[in-house]
């Protein structure tokens, strides 16, 4: 089916970019099974990491990868790559995704830190990926290329120079396939983070290739297992840091979730795991920091799956943009299936075979998936109402003076049509606010009356009374302008009133005008009633 957002559920099953040849465990299981297994644990893809000699012609993988049982007796004597068909045919077969991760540029164990250095140059690199992409470009099974891991001694800019040209190259082979993107060790902001995870450079330096929306960026994600002293995570013996573990959403937000939860691009997360006191040989709880990783996991599954906040609940405010109710979240490979891993253990004990059921249960959540994305967003709640200055400005020059500054006894808005004296005040007036150009008398709600202001005018100037509501901003408009001149005040004719507002409760925005009368006349100790409408 086309058009619809898969989300990648990933296991590694490593061993392939050692000196096997081929990912491990196939001395003492079926190669059938692991994969059997794998698909039943609710995975649908496998990263399988390689090496740049795995791609050598004509390597055959020792006879000892694959122990002295009849079990994978198919495998024995032919090449690295054609055991690698055998198992991408089957992932096929079973519906499981394959993504290839050029893990190193030698055989050999753990990370290189860059896929060119010595005799192992961009050429070779390129090398290594055409012979991946000219023999599996239209193998339905296979979804991308990991292009390297965890080039943790590159900075971000050599980094992703690197990305889009050997991307690009990757993509002239095999123009469907997806092209992942590691993080680096150090983020430009000398910030260290996770081998593979520091990818805060991303939001001024991304990696463009030639053929759009082709680009997932792939971050590592570890809990207290590997390494040690990460300020951020807290640790048996150890003052937790503050606010754990909710502390853990800028952590993640600042290097890579950003990416996702901005819209930017999509995530996969290339490696997270664990050994959650879980002992990798036999299942007993014997490791250190076990309910802290736990609670690692826990949070960081809930992230995964657009509970930003990570407290359990998902809000629409929470998920990316353009998200959709078929969304499942970000795209993930635990590492790692294989129980032989030093940094984790695996999902499996050390006889290959009996499931570590406590690391399946905090997997569940997103292998499972039964949450439900709260889509489409109901409207947000109104936001704190906004002061709005109204200001009545009036203008009645008899022979060269303005007669009428002294003589407005009583201004009053309005939010419906009527008599002043018969309707209730609906205008929340602020005589407190510092705009008031001077000292009110007799506020009430919706009535001014007004002083005088002092001082003599120039010709030309115009009288301005000024007061504030708090209502006007959330859609409540005055309808009705009431002046009251006292009964003794100079004759008013053929003036000029203008009545507008200052918008935003701060100084220095425009005055706009609502309604302007010209040619006025008011009548001395009455209402006189204006329409702003």
């Known amino acids: ?111 290189d830190g860059s896929p060119i250095a010595g005799s192992y140059t961009m050429a070779s690199w390129k090398a ?109 013996g150890q003052t937790p840091p503050a606010n754990w573990p909710l502390n853990l959403t800028a952590v993640w937000d600042a290097n890579w979730g950003y990416i996702f939860y901005e819209g930017i691009a999509p995530i996969w997360i290339g490696e997270m795991g664990g050994h959650f006191g879980y002992d990798p040989e036999t299942g007993a709880i014997n490791r250190p920091h076990a309910t802290q990783e736990r609670e690692w996991m826990t949070r960081l599954i809930r992230y995964l799956n657009f509970d930003r906040n990570l407290n359990g609940s998902i809000h629409c405010s929470e998920v990316p943009p353009n998200t959709t109710t078929q969304h499942r979240g970000m795209s993930f490979a635990y590492w790692s299936f294989n129980p032989n891993s030093g940094d984790t253990g695996g999902l499996v004990q050390g006889d290959w075979e009996t499931p570590q059921e406590g690391k399946l249960s905090l997997l569940s959540a997103a292998l499972t998936e039964s949450y439900t994305v709260p889509l489409p967003c109901p409207p947000p709640p109104p936001a704190a109402p906004k002061r709005r200055s109204f200001q009545l400005r009036l203008s009645n020059w008899v ?35 510092p705009w008031l150009d001077w000292p009110a008398a007799n506020i009430a709600d919706g009535n001014l009356a007004t002083g005088a202001p002092g001082g003599p005018l120039s010709s030309g100037d115009m009288v301005s009374y000024s007061f504030f509501t708090a209502n006007a901003a959330n859609g409540i408009a005055p309808k009705q302008l009431a002046i009251y001149p006292a009964s003794d005040a100079q004759f008013f004719t053929a003036g000029r009133i203008v009545f507008g507002y200052h918008d935003d409760d701060a100084a220095g925005q425009p005055f706009v005008v609502m309604k302007e009368f010209t040619g006025v006349s008011l009548n001395k100790g009455q209402w006189n009633l204006f329409s702003l409408d």
């Open 128 to 236: 290594s990926w055409a012979v991946m992409c000219n023999r599996y470009k239209d193998h339905p099974a296979v979804v991308g290329a990991d292009l390297h891991n965890e080039p943790h001694d590159l900075n971000w800019s050599t980094w992703a120079g690197y990305a889009e040209e050997v991307g690009n190259h990757v993509l002239s082979l095999a123009p469907e396939w997806l092209i992942f993107v590691e993080g680096v060790g150090t983020n430009n902001d000398s910030s260290s983070y996770w081998w593979g995870g520091a990818l805060k450079d991303v939001r001024t330096r991304p990696v463009v290739l030639s053929v759009v929306n082709k680009v997932a960026y792939s971050p590592h994600e570890y809990g207290q297992s590997v390494g040690g002293g990460q300020q951020w995570l807290a640790y048996d």
């Open 1 to 111: 089916e086309t058009n619809v957002p898969i989300r990648l559920k990933s296991v590694n099953w490593f061993g392939a970019e050692a000196t096997n040849f081929t990912p491990h465990g196939t001395w003492v299981r079926p190669w059938k099974e692991i994969l059997d297994h794998i698909k039943s644990m609710g995975f649908n893809c496998v990263r399988i990491p390689f090496s740049g000699d795995f791609t050598a012609p004509g390597l055959i993988p020792p006879q000892s990868a694959f122990g002295n049982s009849d079990a994978n007796t198919d495998l024995l004597g032919i090449t690295a790559l054609e055991v690698l068909d055998k198992y991408l045919d089957y992932c096929n077969e079973i519906g499981l995704y394959v993504v290839l991760d050029h893990h190193r540029r030698n055989a050999g164990n753990g990370a």
């Open 399 to 433: 022979n060269g003076v303005a007669p009428i500054y002294t003589q407005i006894q009583e201004v009053q808005l309005r939010t419906t049509k009527g008599t002043p004296e018969s309707l209730p005040g609906n205008f929340s007036v602020d005589t407190s606010h």
